[in-house]
């Protein structure tokens, strides 16, 4: 075995194209339905929101889509991001268990989300645009689109889920010093913003509600589009750079992975790292893979939401898409892994879970960070919250591992670092933070209101 | 000329080796005294507070010091780091200049600073220390020890700079993370914290105070040793594995430094950088090597100090060296670098721009933070505000080549990032930050009390 603890792959196996699963799903993926027809939706539908080449890749069944020059080209600054052994975990945890950590904290974003945030401006910017409008949570997404737009001159509006804006006003510093202009939502700068603080002015605000507001304003704006940073099939496809050098790096590693574990909010890591390699399953390359989505049990879509149509965001002006949900008008509570508080679940991962192709399960916020300072004392790096998720999730495949006396190899995305939520660190070290109670009332009502088909 | 912009060496290219400058150096090192007798320093006298590895590396006048393999083991986690062109920084400054910057804050604590924290807890773990004590200004040196400490499983107490503490609590809070225990200083743990707070209870601390707490605590425990971030020779010899990757870099770019930037504090990343090409100077392997050392208008000790023994600390508990100081007993004002509010100068620093092989220079704190922000537009990295002042350095070199119509090279040490420090940014961008007063009336009161021989 290979005594390595990194492993690098030279800029020129940074992939040439992007991975799309929808080529290899055994049955298509279900239609996008027009809000207010409920018929399938058509290019013309989309191009308010979206450029031509973006729409084009969210319906596309290619296989393998060619990665722009100039986009390869940025991704040069980080990628191929490492492969991490955790040899000083395994030894804290006592586990026989291989633990191999891809690391995509090395972005200077700090997170997986300037993959698809650079490819998302490059094509706007190639197709006139003036303008991005986003919304995010924890702002991740939101600092990366920031980030993109800058490298492409343009400029870059976000709405900042209320609760992370107060949270996390580091992140927000850092999509300022980019040149972006933010705002917290609920904010007053919308009709849907001005309409949801007009029923509850103390909303701490959510994804959905943030969604609505960045499409409002882009719709409006003819020089403006709009920029989701998870959830959509073309924001997976991007994020499949990961996998694909994950590939190759556990093959530099002499290894084989036997468990993929990833945290989902909206699903965009999670398919970065897990798609290429269920690809090879589904085209029957390999058997024996176990993909394990970890999601935070005070929002958890995968685990106990129901899969069917609803809508992407709070005020019904996104299409219906098919996925786990627990109701468009579901308010997670204000835990600090803000990127995982989105009420849906990107199509194509709900899709490979319906069909048993991952497995769900949730952890809670203390089970999390536990696992995030564990994993910071043992190898340095300090996850974001939402990837704690992931490395508790890790963490009990290590253990079970242990118990079990078999050595697996685990493979886990940590999707980003926690540089800008230390304050969620200092408040869980002081015994601060708690577990949310499972809002079943919430999630009952917000499910009660899915619309009919 | 090489399109490329990032350069990087594989991990077998980690030195195998720290250089020593002092073999070099035309002059042998002034003698440190002892600070009772004024007498040379023994191996006694410096035993309570370091090992004997640290000690014998401190007066060593090898060239070449072997790096040990476990050190090594644990530099592969992030080292080589990489060197990057930074042709969008380029384009926005419309400079014939080629600007490369060596990027240290891919480390897991963010800055050069693990380089020597690391091989300093290998060392005193390995001659069967407990507890590392030490100081911190802005945190980087704290958080790397703490970080180190835990790898080695060794305590880790910290004395953070009061200012700091309060300006910096994501800093404090990844200390804690990493488990370590951290105090404001002055604080009332100590006989030399209760005398300053005496004297100013509303101090805000200094270097040179948090050194004397430090040194105090360390030499009442016989588990315990102190630990040092900058300013003695084996911190600097530690820091030697970054210039000796960015010659291997530059050389693979294809390119000479015609000029190396860094920033001085205490000084150990610009010497980090610039000794290994000084050694070439040094050894007639090369010419035409300009080195600028940029350090911040309100702690301007290589500028405007004198060069003459000194203490290291406020209290006088540390040996006196001869080196550029504006006055053991100056407090400088508390601007957001933290990391460079230090009354000293390393010694070895001092004496190579006291030789003429390189020359000072100071940066207010808007242009380096207007400086910072330009980089992190252009680049995506948003630096530490220690680092802002280097670029602002190299900033001002690449104007210089517009302006005379030359192409030169210049190579920047961006030290560390910023991700901790983002409430300067905020401030700045808000119009709250302002420049320091040269503190002239300060500054001559303490080089009046300086040591007279």
Redesign the interface.
């Given at each position: 075995m290979n005594k390595?603890?990194?492993f690098?792959l030279?800029?020129s196996e940074i992939p040439q194209t992007w991975y799309n699963i929808a080529a290899d799903l055994h049955q298509a993926p279900p239609p996008v339905l027009h809000p207010g027809t409920h018929q399938p939706i058509t290019h013309a539908d989309l191009a308010p929101l979206f450029p031509e080449a973006i729409i084009a890749q969210e319906v596309s069944m290619e296989r393998n889509i060619a990665i722009p020059e100039p986009v390869r080209?940025i991704y040069?600054?980080w990628r191929p991001s490492p492969l991490?052994r955790a040899r000083?975990l395994e030894r804290a945890l006592d586990t026989p268990a291989r633990i191999y950590y891809k690391y995509e904290g090395?972005s200077?974003?700090?997170s997986h989300k300037p993959n698809s945030a650079i490819a998302q401006a490059y094509y706007n910017k190639a197709e006139g645009v003036k303008l991005l409008v986003t919304e995010t949570g924890a702002g991740q997404w939101g600092s990366s689109l920031a980030?993109a737009c800058?490298?492409f001159g343009l400029d870059c509006k976000i709405f900042m889920v209320r609760v992370s804006y107060n949270q996390k006003?580091?992140r927000?510093?850092?999509m300022?010093?980019?040149?972006a202009t933010v705002s917290a939502s609920p904010s007053h700068e919308t009709a849907v913003g001005c309409a949801m603080l007009a029923k509850d002015p103390d909303s701490t605000g959510s994804l959905g509600m943030a969604i609505s507001e960045a499409v409002e304003v882009a719709a409006q704006n003819p020089d403006a589009k709009y920029a989701l940073g998870s959830v959509l099939n073309h924001v997976l496809l991007h994020q499949t750079v990961i996998g694909q050098e994950a590939l190759k790096q556990m093959e530099m590693a002499g290894d084989t992975a036997d468990v993929i574990v990833a945290c989902t909010g909206g699903g965009s890591n999670f398919a970065g790292i897990a798609f290429p390699f269920l690809g090879q399953v589904l085209r029957g390359e390999r058997t024996g893979l176990r993909v394990v989505a970890v999601e935070p049990s005070a929002c958890p879509s995968l685990t106990r939401g129901h899969y069917a149509y609803d809508y992407g965001d709070t005020a019904h002006l996104t299409p219906l898409t098919k996925m786990h949900t627990l109701g468009s008008t579901f308010v997670p509570p204000g835990f600090h892994a803000g990127g995982l508080r989105y009420h849906g679940m990107a199509p194509l991962v709900s899709q490979v879970v319906a069909e048993g192709l991952a497995e769900a399960t949730t952890v809670s916020q203390l089970e999390s960070f536990a696992a995030g300072?564990q994993f910071?004392?043992a190898?340095?790096?300090?996850p974001a919250p939402e990837a704690n998720h992931a490395v508790a999730g890790a963490i009990r495949e290590a253990l079970r591992c242990k118990e079990e006396g078999i050595s697996r190899s685990i493979l886990v995305n940590v999707s980003g670092?926690g540089?800008?939520d230390?304050?969620a660190?200092?408040d869980f070290?002081a015994g601060k933070l708690s577990n949310y109670d499972y809002p079943a009332e919430e999630i009952a009502m917000a499910l009660a209101g899915l619309p009919q088909f």
């Amino acid at each position: 075995m290979n005594k390595q603890i990194k492993f690098l792959l030279p800029e020129s196996e940074i992939p040439q194209t992007w991975y799309n699963i929808a080529a290899d799903l055994h049955q298509a993926p279900p239609p996008v339905l027009h809000p207010g027809t409920h018929q399938p939706i058509t290019h013309a539908d989309l191009a308010p929101l979206f450029p031509e080449a973006i729409i084009a890749q969210e319906v596309s069944m290619e296989r393998n889509i060619a990665i722009p020059e100039p986009v390869r080209e940025i991704y040069k600054q980080w990628r191929p991001s490492p492969l991490f052994r955790a040899r000083r975990l395994e030894r804290a945890l006592d586990t026989p268990a291989r633990i191999y950590y891809k690391y995509e904290g090395v972005s200077p974003a700090g997170s997986h989300k300037p993959n698809s945030a650079i490819a998302q401006a490059y094509y706007n910017k190639a197709e006139g645009v003036k303008l991005l409008v986003t919304e995010t949570g924890a702002g991740q997404w939101g600092s990366s689109l920031a980030m993109a737009c800058n490298f492409f001159g343009l400029d870059c509006k976000i709405f900042m889920v209320r609760v992370s804006y107060n949270q996390k006003p580091y992140r927000r510093a850092l999509m300022e010093t980019f040149g972006a202009t933010v705002s917290a939502s609920p904010s007053h700068e919308t009709a849907v913003g001005c309409a949801m603080l007009a029923k509850d002015p103390d909303s701490t605000g959510s994804l959905g509600m943030a969604i609505s507001e960045a499409v409002e304003v882009a719709a409006q704006n003819p020089d403006a589009k709009y920029a989701l940073g998870s959830v959509l099939n073309h924001v997976l496809l991007h994020q499949t750079v990961i996998g694909q050098e994950a590939l190759k790096q556990m093959e530099m590693a002499g290894d084989t992975a036997d468990v993929i574990v990833a945290c989902t909010g909206g699903g965009s890591n999670f398919a970065g790292i897990a798609f290429p390699f269920l690809g090879q399953v589904l085209r029957g390359e390999r058997t024996g893979l176990r993909v394990v989505a970890v999601e935070p049990s005070a929002c958890p879509s995968l685990t106990r939401g129901h899969y069917a149509y609803d809508y992407g965001d709070t005020a019904h002006l996104t299409p219906l898409t098919k996925m786990h949900t627990l109701g468009s008008t579901f308010v997670p509570p204000g835990f600090h892994a803000g990127g995982l508080r989105y009420h849906g679940m990107a199509p194509l991962v709900s899709q490979v879970v319906a069909e048993g192709l991952a497995e769900a399960t949730t952890v809670s916020q203390l089970e999390s960070f536990a696992a995030g300072v564990q994993f910071a004392r043992a190898e340095g790096i300090v996850p974001a919250p939402e990837a704690n998720h992931a490395v508790a999730g890790a963490i009990r495949e290590a253990l079970r591992c242990k118990e079990e006396g078999i050595s697996r190899s685990i493979l886990v995305n940590v999707s980003g670092h926690g540089h800008f939520d230390m304050q969620a660190y200092t408040d869980f070290m002081a015994g601060k933070l708690s577990n949310y109670d499972y809002p079943a009332e919430e999630i009952a009502m917000a499910l009660a209101g899915l619309p009919q088909f």
